[in-house]
């Protein structure tokens, strides 16, 4: 026995016995984690040994650039190298505990962010992840107290750890061989980086989207004039022309948007311990001057509330990684409040958070916002602040102030913020009890949701007592989901059905209710997105857009293509759907195995929908094109300071915009 532990301890001791060692350690754990932390959908023998196989070669790669270093160095550096691929894999753990996604070289790009996320990546850690270091600590330990003993000297030789490396590159060919026949083309045609991920593994994902990321950073130098106009035809082939029957029917009216942070559709109408649990916007969702859809979905991205923004202000998809808002704020925009400000009216954003957060104090002025109301406009004490920044219910009440300075007609967007992973909330702010699914967040989920809706019909009151309900098209609408799939066994409780690949597809439905005073509303069965918002209004209130970029349908339109594209290239409609790859009836929810010209159509036409977004964004195609009628937005005349600045409430204002004093 003693010799065979000297053999070991021996073998070790040499520079490639204790890289292999490593290599392994590594290995088993990315295997481990892979089947416990991540949703890869594996379905067949194929897809389950390339997700065995797919950590190797990036370890043999990179840990093997460390047998260049002779004797103990060499040893720190295989130590070293483990490390950092392990810290990569954590984040990607942690990160994908919320977001069911991966990150992204823009994600760490926005990384500035993050200190203002430090509670949500909190309630995301578990004392267990610990174990995901273990093998660092065994492997340091080998080393501090001598149980290996690397000779000062030794090296391997150069020709040797070149071969390595080439085993390394050679195992990634492999690898991407064998998957190209489960999945062709996969490297060329995916918006989803959950199959990068299943099929070659994390470390090779993060290298493949720092490619990705390097080439659409140079897109923009590369693109001219003439890349616009395969955008323009296909906007316009795709344009749905106005329903007569509302087109300018809220003309001069003013726009309140109000974005109900991280609200499910499943949530109008849920009742919770025999209460409903969100009363008020249930009742405006019932409106009869309301319309209100109920097969209505986000379609975010990883820029989220960003994501959902950009939609809804210029009817164009976020980025396939990381948040337009942070990597395209210096884009010309033709955004909602640019249209309508060259129409006469005022614009204002409303968020209790502050101006740095996505970028918003400079995509804002692309945009064409008159003014920002952040976080240095509210009392931001700490008994009003929690999670992302002011509680909704202050921060509505300190909006009515800086409303009643708008030239009317408006347009102006409150974003609320209480209603966010992971969901805290005081016993004396909560009106309801939780959930009792035994998954916290998702039980607090529905107090907070109550507490917003409370907010809601607080503002709403003042609304209606100031006098702008009758005179504003009011809109609500949820930006993202609030429980991920990785709440599965929670949300099969909360909706009383197996929560599946194809069930958490159907709960991507968010609320979208439009109320135009005077105007009958109803519920509409319509199939649209986040995409579809700004050609809807901007028809009500009289403005057509057939001369815009715009990918999105006026959803009141009888031309309306009721296609719903997701950000990873799945989509639904009316007939079916396609989720993870596969398809499925929309009515029953079964698989449908034969694929029909009319679904690979649809596939196909999504895909192009997204690719010419993405070129749009990328090239900062807007540039080389100007609407008939239309002038591009000047930034730089706009100014979002709030330092030693008196706001006019002059309701006579020609202009809308704040007196600073000094």
Do not use: C
């Not at 003014?371 to 909006?399: I, R, T, W």
């Not at 958490?504 to 135009?516: D, T």
């Not at 029909?596 to 990328?618: I, R, Y």
């Amino acid at each position: 026995m003693n010799e065979w532990k000297q053999k070991v301890l021996s073998f070790l001791s040499k520079n490639y016995g204790f890289f292999i060692l490593a290599v392994i350690l590594f290995w088993l754990k990315t295997y481990i984690a892979y089947q416990t932390e991540f949703n890869l959908g594996i379905e067949n023998a194929m897809q389950q040994f390339l997700l065995l196989i797919n950590p190797l070669s990036s370890a043999v790669f990179f840990m093997g650039l460390a047998l260049f270093a002779k004797g103990r160095r060499s040893f720190v550096w295989i130590i070293i190298i483990d490390l950092l691929l392990t810290i990569v894999l954590f984040a990607n753990m942690v990160y994908y505990r919320f977001f069911s996604d991966f990150i992204t070289l823009p994600n760490i790009k926005e990384a500035s962010s993050l200190g203002e996320q430090s509670g949500s990546i909190g309630a995301l850690m578990n004392w267990t992840d610990a174990l995901y270091f273990l093998d660092i600590i065994f492997l340091i330990g080998l080393l501090v107290f001598r149980v290996v003993k690397p000779n000062k000297e030794a090296r391997i030789r150069a020709r040797k750890t070149v071969g390595v490396l080439t085993l390394g590159v050679a195992m990634f060919f492999a690898n991407l061989g064998l998957a190209e026949i489960d999945r062709p083309e996969l490297l060329t045609r995916t918006f989803d980086r959950t199959y990068i991920v299943k099929y070659l593994g994390m470390t090779n994902f993060q290298l493949y989207d720092a490619v990705k990321s390097t080439q659409n950073s140079t897109q923009r130098a590369l693109a001219d004039s003439s890349d616009v106009n395969a955008v323009l035809n296909y906007t316009k082939s795709n344009y749905a022309a106005p329903n007569p029957e509302y087109f300018g029917k809220a003309k001069g009216k003013n726009v309140i948007y109000i974005h109900l942070e991280s609200f499910q559709q499943f949530l109008i109408g849920y009742k919770l311990h025999g209460e409903e649990v969100t009363p008020f916007i249930n009742s405006f969702f019932k409106d009869k001057n309301t319309f209100s859809f109920t097969n209505f979905f986000h379609q975010t991205g990883q820029g989220k509330t960003s994501d959902a923004e950009m939609m809804l202000e210029n009817s164009l998809f976020g980025l396939p990684q990381g948040s337009a808002f942070s990597t395209k704020g210096k884009n010309t925009y033709q955004s909602a409040p640019a249209i309508l400000g060259q129409q006469g009216y005022d614009s204002a954003v409303f968020h209790g958070n502050y101006k740095s957060f996505w970028n918003r104090d400079e995509i804002y002025k692309q945009f064409g916002y008159n003014h920002f109301f952040d976080a240095s406009y509210y009392d931001m004490n700490e008994k009003d602040v929690s999670n992302y920044g002011l509680k909704d219910k202050p921060f509505f009440q300190e909006s009515e102030k800086y409303i009643q300075t708008l030239k009317q007609p408006f347009y102006a967007k409150f974003i609320t913020l209480t209603n966010h992973f992971p969901y805290p909330i005081s016993e004396e702010e909560a009106t309801i009890k939780p959930a009792e699914t035994g998954d916290a967040s998702v039980d607090s989920y529905f107090q907070t949701a109550r507490y917003l809706d409370e907010s809601v019909k607080s503002f709403v009151q003042y609304l209606k007592d100031s006098g702008l309900y009758e005179n504003s098209v009011i809109v609500m609408y949820g930006d993202h989901y609030g429980i991920s799939d990785n709440h599965a066994q929670a949300m099969s409780k909360v909706l009383g059905t197996d929560y599946d690949a194809y069930q958490n597809a159907q709960a991507q439905r968010v609320p979208f209710m439009v109320r135009v005073p005077g105007v009958e509303g109803g519920v509409k069965d319509t199939y649209g997105g986040e995409i579809d918002i700004l050609p809807t209004l901007l028809h009500l209130l009289g403005t057509d857009t057939k001369n815009y970029v715009q990918l999105g349908n006026d959803l009141l339109s009888k031309d309306a293509k009721q296609v719903v594209p997701f950000r990873n290239g799945d989509f639904i409609t009316p007939a079916y759907s396609m989720i993870g790859g596969k398809f499925y009836n929309q009515k029953t929810g079964e698989e449908i195995t034969t694929e029909t010209d009319a679904m690979k159509a649809t596939k196909d036409n999504v895909a192009k929908e997204l690719e010419l977004s993405d070129e749009v964004l990328q090239g900062d195609l807007l540039r080389f094109y100007t609407p008939e009628g239309f002038k591009k937005t000047d930034p730089s005349k706009y100014n979002y300071n709030n330092k030693n600045k008196t706001i006019s409430t002059d309701k006579d204002s020609t202009d809308g915009t704040s007196t600073e004093t000094k």
